[in-house]
């Protein structure tokens, strides 16, 4: 089974910190790796993808990737409140579907 | 900016009626998605096209009926819906149905069975 999992949350940070969301997964042949914000009502908006080990920086988003680990990560610098949304953590595994985790609700406290 | 336009953003329908969910993508795409979303769950993958044919079907009820008429369309043909059905039905695309490629979503229909 394979398998994409994140803390649920909710992660309540104050505004001008870093949220910092967590990640794994179960297949280690898996190439791909999004980060996807959803907010109530709305669809998926792509925020970062990354493919290879290490940080990927885009304005106040890195995302972290180990595959050692199987761990994926994105911190949210100077977090506002317009960042408080549902973020999905998302994995191409090696049959090309795009799998979710659960999401984690972040809020940012103004 | 994503281009993947979907149509109706909101749709009520009985269960005896048939009705269409379309999604259009302007990026030149060669692969479409329709994937089912109940509320505080993540997207889950309904179908898969891959250069207009159907790849993937992840054992979705035969209700619910994909069609791809060209490399740009994607319609969702609902006939006898439960009200269990109702959720978000996002369309997708990405350039080919690989690992390695990007999926971008549609803004989504909004589904209501009575």
């Known amino acids: 089974q394979k398998e994409v999992e994140q803390n649920s949350g909710p992660l309540s940070v104050p505004e001008g910190a870093i949220a910092s969301l967590n990640c794994t997964y179960s297949?280690?042949?898996?190439?791909?790796f999004f980060w996807y914000r959803q907010y109530s009502g709305k669809s998926p908006e792509l925020i970062m993808f990354?493919?290879?080990?290490g940080d990927k920086e885009d304005g106040r988003f890195t995302a972290q990737l180990n595959k050692a680990s199987q761990y994926v990560s994105l911190l949210i610098r100077d977090s506002q409140p317009s960042d408080s949304a549902t973020y999905l953590c998302?994995?191409?595994?090696?049959?090309?579907?795009?799998?979710f985790g659960a999401g984690t609700t972040v809020t940012v406290r103004a | 900016d994503t281009e993947v336009t979907q149509t109706p953003k909101h749709l009520v329908m009985g269960m005896t009626n048939k009705k269409s969910l379309k999604c259009e993508q302007h990026?030149?795409?060669?692969?479409m998605y329709w994937y089912k979303q109940k509320a505080k769950k993540p997207p889950e993958l309904m179908f898969v096209?891959?250069?207009?044919?159907?790849?993937i079907n992840e054992s979705v009820p035969s209700r619910f009926s994909p069609e791809c008429p060209n490399s740009s369309l994607l319609n969702l043909h609902l006939h006898a819906l439960q009200p269990e059905d109702s959720a978000l039905y996002l369309c997708?695309?990405?350039?080919?149905?690989?690992?390695?490629?990007?999926?971008?979503f549609g803004e989504g229909s909004w589904l209501t069975v009575v």
């Open positions: 998302a994995v191409i595994f090696n049959d090309y579907k795009l799998s």
């Open positions: 096209y891959s250069y207009e044919k159907l790849s």
């Open positions: 990354i493919y290879s080990n």
């Open positions: 990026m030149g795409h060669r692969a």
């Open positions: 997708a695309s990405s350039q080919v149905a690989s690992s390695g490629n990007t999926i971008y």
């Open positions: 297949d280690r042949g898996s190439q791909s």
